[in-house]
């Protein structure tokens, strides 16, 4: 044990005390005592005689009497081993004083599916929520690190949520992990200021690395590394920044699950599923998420459905031989347990995968490496064409570029990655190369040395700077050529054996040919065609498909007038001689039976046959023929109301048919025995018995000196046959007639108002006939006897 005077160490190292001890404050309040060789002092900041502290760079020293040091040796407590609620390795981190070391639990959160949830400690919990939630953060702020999870409604008609994205925000930036489709890694992306990052993405301490299935964001500072997957992620953070530091939904990282379910504030509730709800994002707008108004009373969650609800379930292989080789190290419970809620919850059984994915990540930082998607029915890997699937590879896949003295990211994770044999050409351009070089101006990998042409530039991979150099083609001379035949001009064309290059070429342009007479005879057609080796076109005439005779141009089937007498018709039969359809002539065959009503005549002098002549008139009725000479009239005999008459019109007879319309016969009305036919065998008449006298009415205006009625009046009238006899009487001995006529027998006088052009209404009287009837009248004198004076009267 040493003794020292109290200035020869402490001012020297009084400021790395300080700092250890984390002291604002200077370590003496007053000046330092000079040193004494007989007798050291204590340091004047209260440290009583006796009292312990520590000096500096793990030492030891306690106040004895006199004011002496003494120096004491640094003992650290024996190392103790203990086990990781979350499942992990112990890792050894230092005390504060950073003299001794003690094992302690590094932070892993995990969520995926619907979501299911393992806290930093290990303890898992179903959440549902559909909001953005702080997933971590610090308690007293020291790296300024915070964490949140967005969920939305993956299967909004069952209500639940899945992880769409997650916010990591460190110092000032903010990165967003974003997933498009729910089901598609490819639809994976990382933004920074609502701006899409092209990855890898390596800037102020932040690297982003996507593998084709995940998203991985290493915070290199911190050493924290934070994964984003198709619904899944996980955040592993160092216990010796963030133990007994954190806060939120996943939970404070001490090894202690008892305290994980911890609210804003401080309590404590039994179910972390009702301490989520507490946690919405404070400082990112979201106006339909709302903090519960009180805490709810903890009811015990039910028990997990332990057989998956669909037959055709992935979940039962992490309870197989598939995942048995990790089973060991990582624990399946939870996952299964959440792969059998979605089972049971989420209509996609794509959900299902990221249990599946979430343990087989688990497995690979754990040390085994497992290929289970080729067991699965939903989980197949989705890689481009130019990649392999690996469950497990460097995060940092090997590239051209690489450096020795920059070590890669010490992380596995399953992905698409370079076939064996092959590495990235850089981080940025994810094109596979077996050979580094150079990557030309379209992305594609040229080895050193490698000569090329792009764009008409002749191009080299340079070995010495690992970049391509190009310089202008250069093109040979250009030969003229001959170009004299009609519609030839020279052009100057891209060579086809070099598209960088011209060559001058003939070539044909018809707009420059001259113009050609298209004229051809009777029955011939213009037939165009450009000679093999010519430009312009050229013309045949060549005979149709038709007969000539005599100029004159017929189609097949027509009649031809070739030779009298002689039925001639044009072909389809083509004459070789002359090109065209041959004319088919055969005399004339006279046809001397003629139908009926019609007689045959002799030819005439200039004709080659007689002819029928029509004599009669052919009337069919009902399927019966008639033959009627011209003025012949004919009648049914069933039907003599129809006549039929042949007449002549020019050299043809034609039966006219006519319809007698008879006129209304009422026999009731006929005399007795005086009913007989017309004289046109058709209508029947009679003697008509008296016809009625009768009163007709009818309406009229009435009209009197320029004045009219307003409406028409009714003026009704007398109208009809009286009877009226002629017979002979005994007392004048002579035929005498009897006479009676339809007269008004009674009449009253009515009034009507008249209407005046000046305006003026005045009444107006006129006679209304009541009643008609039939009176005697005076007949002519009687047959025989003298003529009788006859007297003159007026009717008033």
């Known amino acids: 044990m040493e003794h020292i005077g109290s200035g020869v160490c402490l001012t020297m190292i009084c400021s790395d005390i300080c700092e250890i001890n984390n002291k604002t404050e200077p370590c003496w309040t007053t000046p330092l005592p000079k040193p004494t060789p007989s007798v050291p002092t204590c340091p004047d900041w209260e440290v009583a005689q006796n009292e312990t502290f520590l000096l500096c760079n ?5 106040c004895i009497e006199n004011n002496t040091i003494e120096i004491i040796p640094y003992e650290c407590p024996p190392l103790k081993n203990i086990t990781c609620t979350n499942g992990k390795k112990p890792v050894l981190v230092s005390d504060k004083d950073h003299c001794c070391h003690h094992y302690a639990c590094d932070c892993e959160c995990k969520g995926w599916g619907d979501p299911h949830y393992i806290t930093f400690d290990g303890l898992y919990y179903n959440y549902q929520g559909n909001c953005t939630y702080v997933l971590m953060e610090e308690i007293k702020p020291k790296h300024n690190l915070k964490i949140y999870i967005d969920n939305i409604y993956c299967d909004p008609i069952k209500h639940v949520s899945c992880p769409r994205s997650l916010i990591i925000s460190y110092i000032s930036e903010v990165i967003v992990l974003k997933s498009q489709n729910l089901v598609r890694a490819a639809e994976l992306e990382a933004f920074k200021d609502e701006k899409r990052l092209q990855l890898p993405y390596i800037q102020q301490g932040i690297k982003i690395f996507n593998s084709g299935i995940t998203l991985i964001v290493e915070i290199v500072p911190l050493e924290a590394i934070i994964t984003f997957g198709l619904s899944d992620f996980t955040v592993s953070l160092p216990y010796k920044y963030f133990g007994s530091n954190t806060q939120g939904q996943c939970g404070t990282c001490n090894n202690n699950k008892a305290d994980d379910c ?4 401080g309590q404590l509730v039994q179910s972390c599923g009702i301490m989520a709800d507490f946690w919405p994002a404070q400082d990112i707008y979201q106006p339909n998420c709302q903090i519960p108004p009180v805490i709810p009373t903890d009811t015990p969650e039910p028990p997990p459905t332990v057989t998956p609800c669909k037959p055709d379930s992935d979940c039962d292989l992490l309870l197989s031989s598939v995942f048995e080789e990790c089973h060991p190290f990582v624990d399946p419970d939870n996952y299964y347990q959440g792969c059998v809620f979605d089972s049971c919850h989420v209509s996609n059984p794509a959900v299902e995968c990221t249990s599946l994915q979430t343990y087989a990540a688990a497995c690979a930082q754990a040390g085994v490496c497992l290929h289970w998607r080729n067991h699965t029915t939903h989980c197949e890997s989705d890689c481009p064409s130019d990649k392999v699937y690996k469950p497990c590879g460097p995060v940092e896949q090997p590239t051209c570029e690489d450096s020795p003295s920059v070590p890669p990211l010490d992380y596995i994770t399953e992905g698409c990655f370079c076939p064996e044999g092959t590495k990235l050409f850089n981080k940025e351009s994810g094109i596979c190369v077996d050979k580094c070089g150079c990557l ?3 992305g594609i990998p040229r080895e050193f040395n490698e000569r090329f042409e792009y764009k008409c530039q002749n191009c080299i991979c340079e070995e010495t700077t690992k970049a391509i150099t190009c310089v202008p083609k250069v093109c040979p001379s250009l030969p003229v050529a001959n170009c004299t035949a009609p519609g030839f001009v020279i052009i100057n064309e891209t060579n086809p054996a070099d598209p960088c290059c011209s060559i001058l070429v003939c070539r044909c342009h018809s707009n420059t040919c001259p113009v050609i007479d298209m ?3 009777v029955g011939y057609a213009a037939v165009v065609h450009v000679p093999e080796g010519k430009c312009c076109p050229e013309h045949t005439c060549e005979p149709k498909m038709v007969c000539i005779h005599k100029n004159a141009v017929y189609q097949p089937g027509d009649t031809v007038p070739v030779v009298p007498c002689q039925d001639c018709t044009c072909t389809n039969v083509v004459d070789p001689k002359s090109g065209f359809l041959k004319i088919n002539c055969e005399i004339q065959q006279c046809r001397e039976n003629c139908e009926q009503g019609y007689r045959y005549a002799e030819a005439k002098t200039n004709e080659c046959c007689g002819r029928c002549i029509q004599t009669h008139c052919i009337l069919n009725i009902h399927g019966t023929e008639h033959l009627l000479k011209q003025g012949d009239t004919w009648s049914p005999s069933h039907d003599m109301c ?7 019109s020019n050299e043809t007879l034609t039966a006219v048919g006519t319809h007698i319309v008879c006129p209304p016969f009422q026999q009731s009305n006929c005399q007795p025995d005086t009913i007989q036919t017309a004289a046109n065998g058709c209508c029947k008449i009679c003697v008509e018995r008296e016809k ?10 009435i009209t009197h000196k320029n004045c009219q009625s307003v409406e028409k009046v009714d003026i009704p009238y007398c109208e009809g046959s009286c009877n009226t006899y002629t017979k002979y009487s005994e007392e004048a001995s002579a035929v005498q007639p009897t006479c009676s006529c339809c007269k ?8 009507v108002d008249l209407l005046c052009l000046n305006g003026d209404m005045v009444p107006y009287s006129y006679i209304h006939v009541d009643e008609c009837s039939c009176t005697l009248s005076d007949c002519t004198r009687p047959v025989g006897a003298p003529a009788r004076r006859r007297r003159s009267f007026t009717l008033l």
């Open 692 to 701: 009625a006298c009768k009163l007709v009415p009818t309406n009229k205006y």
């Open 262 to 265: 911890m609210l804003p504030g």
């Open 642 to 648: 129809e006549h039929y008459t042949c007449v002549k």
């Open 744 to 751: 008004g027998v009674r009449y009253s006088n009515r009034t």
């Open 58 to 62: 793990c030492t030891m020293a306690r």
């Open 519 to 521: 004229m051809c005879p």
């Open 440 to 442: 030309d101006p379209e």
